[in-house]
């Protein structure tokens, strides 16, 4: 079986379930919204939210993916930056205990938080501190850790730095790898859109896209915008929701129907789906079957909470594989 490597924003997510907007108000954040935070308001914050239960789990959504995909039975890796910290340590301890090999680069900045507040109709609201996973550069990534590996997934938050993404990619493909990579955010393809086809004309295998990301990338939508994205990449995917999602491989587009499911919670969706695709994939599954496996995986976990999968759910996937 190929071995999978990913690389992304090493985050900690703090959940804490709200009853109300009190909270939310006490603390400036609009309901249903996601605030980039410095590391005062960091503190700020989790100074109220001392007294409050709170769930804690390794989070970023490269991290997600590379955990779905040891769950599932992968040899996967991760490189990511956190802080010498308590909140780093946990993201190492998070790693570890689900199989995952951590490539950790540590710094002085404290490790990343997505602190979310959950209201009571399972509404999020995001306040967010890159910290560490902000300072990553390219000469901090061993490029030795790359000859253990056959793949590669890039997250597409990455695309912010220009230097960093780039100096994965050529190195990537100096090492043999293949290089599977999210979009992960339509404002950010908006704004790099040069960039990002370069990156897929000339680095990329294997993209992943929802329908706004793969619309703002080729101006057109769903089946269409896959046939432009296969035009730079071997492997597209296009997901659209509860209308399932489209793969185009070896020049075929396959069409994969959704899985019902009671919607709760779609965080971290698109970074299951990936894993159960990816999963497929290295283990030469054709594309109907590794897209089931992903569209299976990523309907099971919106009924829950959070961007993991509880064990009980797992132990049904092995049915599935």
Partial sequence: MKKILGI????????????NDEILDRLGLQKGGMEMIDSQRKRE?????????????????????????ARLGAEAGYIGKV????????????????????????????????????????????????GAAATMQPDEVDEQILDNYDIIHIEGYLIFNHDLILSVCQKAKEHGLQISMDMASYNLIESNLDFVKMLLRDYVDIIF???EE???????????ALH???????????????????????????????????????TGAGDIY????LYGYINGYNA???????????????????AKLPDEVWSEVEKLK
């Fill in 45 to 69: 914050i989790l100074e109220v939210i001392a007294g409050m239960p709170q769930t804690l789990a390794t989070g970023g959504s490269t991290s997600n993916t590379i955990h779905g995909l």
């Fill in 288 to 306: 109907l079957k590794s897209g089931n496996l992903a569209s299976y995986l990523s309907s099971r976990l919106i009924e829950y909470v959070g």
């Fill in 8 to 19: 992304g924003n090493a985050l900690v997510d703090i959940l804490v379930h709200i009853d």
């Fill in 274 to 277: 990936a894993s159960g695709f």
């Fill in 83 to 130: 802080g010498n910290d308590k909140m780093g340590q946990l993201f190492r301890e998070g790693c570890t205990r689900f199989g995952v090999i951590p490539h950790l680069i540590e710094s002085k900045e404290d490790t990343g938080v997505a602190i979310t507040f959950i209201s009571s109709n399972a509404e999020r609201t995001f306040a967010t501190y890159l």
């Fill in 214 to 224: 793969a619309k703002a990338f080729a101006g057109v939508e769903n089946v269409e």
């Fill in 209 to 211: 896209a929802n329908e």
């Fill in 228 to 266: 432009v994205l296969s035009e730079s990449c071997p492997i597209a995917i296009v997901k659209v929701g509860k209308d399932g999602s489209y793969i185009k491989m070896n020049g075929e587009v396959t069409t994969i129907s959704p899985v019902d499911a009671q919607r709760i919670d779609t």
